[in-house]
């Protein structure tokens, strides 16, 4: 049973760029997260969902990013106009269910923005 | 808002020795689930443990134990017999339904861990 695949494992990408990281959950979870780290510093929730909805997006940023996990293929982060700022690793969990549940952690994408 | 706050930035345990890893948190919530994952060189996050707190009796996987003190809100993490493939970040995580909807983790600053042979 494969584990939680995203790719790329790196994305270098230049200012005003745009930047898609895929995330395709475990089988049989349909439910997903996206987080952030940033150096030296722990994951941040950016946001939430369940296949066709997004649940909660308190975490992510107003503009510039967006979030989709449609109905068949992988949940896609959107980053466009990429700044300095946004250079981070990007995880993304699964959970099989709704509920408290333990998440299960992709690889993660490295991005840099030069 | 929850928080978790784990107030060693690094230690170091000499290997098969016994280290533990403070975390505390903050919450009004009563039904929630803690959690300490581990990160190391390769970035991967992995579950090392999980506590529910409704469950009094502190959870154990192999050489991994935890001492969960739900009234001080205190969740530590005991490794016995260190290991090098120990060495790593160590994340403590909280979970609870959120406002929104959402299950989301939140998660302390780390602990940088390094065994030494």
């Known amino acids: 049973n494969a584990g939680v695949m995203q790719n790329p494992r790196h994305l270098v990408r230049r200012r005003g760029q745009e930047a898609r990281l895929r995330c395709s959950p475990m089988?049989?979870?349909?439910?997903v997260y996206w987080y952030r780290q940033l150096p030296e510093e722990g994951l941040k929730f950016m946001v939430y969902l369940q296949k066709e909805n997004i649940i909660d997006e308190s975490g992510m940023p107003k503009e510039r990013f967006s979030a989709e996990f449609p109905k068949e293929g992988p949940s896609i982060l959107r980053i466009q106009q990429v700044v300095r700022g946004d250079s981070a690793a990007y995880f993304c969990a699964s959970s099989p269910r709704a509920g408290v549940d333990t998440q299960y952690f992709g690889p993660g994408t490295r991005l840099t923005v030069l | 808002a929850q928080t978790v706050t784990q107030s060693q930035p690094e230690m170091s345990v000499q290997e098969a020795e016994t280290v533990t890893l403070s975390c505390t948190y903050d919450?009004?919530?009563?039904?929630?689930?803690l959690f300490w994952y581990k990160q190391p060189p390769s970035r991967q996050m992995i579950l090392v443990i999980r506590?529910?707190?409704?469950?009094?009796q502190n959870a154990t996987e192999n050489r991994f134990s935890v001492n969960f003190q739900k009234a001080a809100k205190s969740f530590s993490l005991k490794i016995s017999d260190s290991q090098l493939g120990d060495t790593a970040m160590y994340f403590c995580?909280?979970?609870?339904?959120?406002?929104?909807?959402?299950?989301?983790?939140?998660f302390g600053k780390g602990t940088k861990l390094s065994v030494i042979p």
């Open positions: 506590q529910e707190a409704y469950k009094q």
């Open positions: 089988k049989g979870h349909s439910h």
């Open positions: 995580a909280f979970t609870t339904i959120s406002g929104a909807g959402s299950y989301q983790l939140t």
């Open positions: 919450t009004s919530e009563n039904n929630y689930y």
